[in-house]
């Protein structure tokens, strides 16, 4: 029985979030309200809030499952792998997979997702959020990895997910101008290598 519950909670959750990110597409984040997507869903809004406790919360749970993806690399990094060259790694083979979160994904659909994400400051702040926690998740991973938690793993972990961040920026902003994520991905593969080169050398391993 619990399991058929949660795929009935799943499933609620995915028709919200379809509904939403699609309204958004079509009419602009601010100009849909909360009661119009639960209404297109076809669930109350107590029950939306339920699942997304706001708004913008729509839109970013794709980040969800991100926030603390770097923390898991770390984590379960093999034996005498680094931190560092875990989450390299983990980049550069987010960059050959495509993966939206690394900004060299040329998907119509995610090109249109980021649009509205970074065309809405609202968003924007929230993602900002996200990205806290991120760090947060990261410096904790980094503090057992460097024996101790501390000012030395959160500006460490601050300087990578900055690091990430504009990394993805400048692949998403090159795809939005016009190249593909063909053209692209070898540059994004140098800026990645330079990176984290530059990362190892002021942070050390």
């Known amino acids: 029985m619990s399991g058929l519950r949660e795929r009935k909670k799943q499933r609620t959750y995915q028709v ?10 079509e009419k602009g984040f601010d100009r849909v309200s909360v009661a119009e997507v639960a209404a297109a ?3 109350s809004k107590p029950t939306l809030f339920r699942y997304f406790p ?4 729509l839109i970013l749970h794709r980040f969800a499952d991100h926030r603390d993806e770097a923390a898991r690399t770390v984590r379960g990094r093999a034996a ?12 550069l083979d987010g960059l050959a997979r495509r993966d939206p979160v690394t900004g060299l994904s040329d998907d119509p659909d995610v090109l249109a ?17 996200y990205q806290g926690a991120s760090e947060r998740a990261l410096a904790d991973a980094l503090g ?10 959160r500006l460490a972990a601050g300087q990578i997910v900055a690091v990430q961040r504009i990394l993805a920026e400048e692949n ?8 593909s994520a063909d053209e692209v991905e070898p540059e994004a593969v140098a800026a990645a290598e330079l990176a984290f080169r530059q990362l190892r050398e002021g942070l050390g391993e």
Do not use: C, N
């Not at 005498?80 to 980049?91: E, I, K, Q």
């Not at 998403?172 to 190249?179: H, L, N, T, V």
């Open 16 to 25: 919200i979030s379809d509904t939403a990110i699609a309204l958004f597409l």
């Open 41 to 43: 869903a076809e669930v």
């Open 54 to 57: 706001a708004k913008e919360d």
């Open 80 to 91: 005498g792998v680094t931190p560092l060259g875990a989450l390299r790694r983990h980049f």
């Open 113 to 129: 997702f980021h649009r509205l994400l970074y065309g809405t400051p609202s968003l924007v702040a929230r993602l900002y959020a």
């Open 144 to 153: 057992g990895a460097l024996g101790g938690a501390g000012v030395r793993a």
């Open 172 to 179: 998403w902003q090159r795809i939005e101008a016009g190249d």
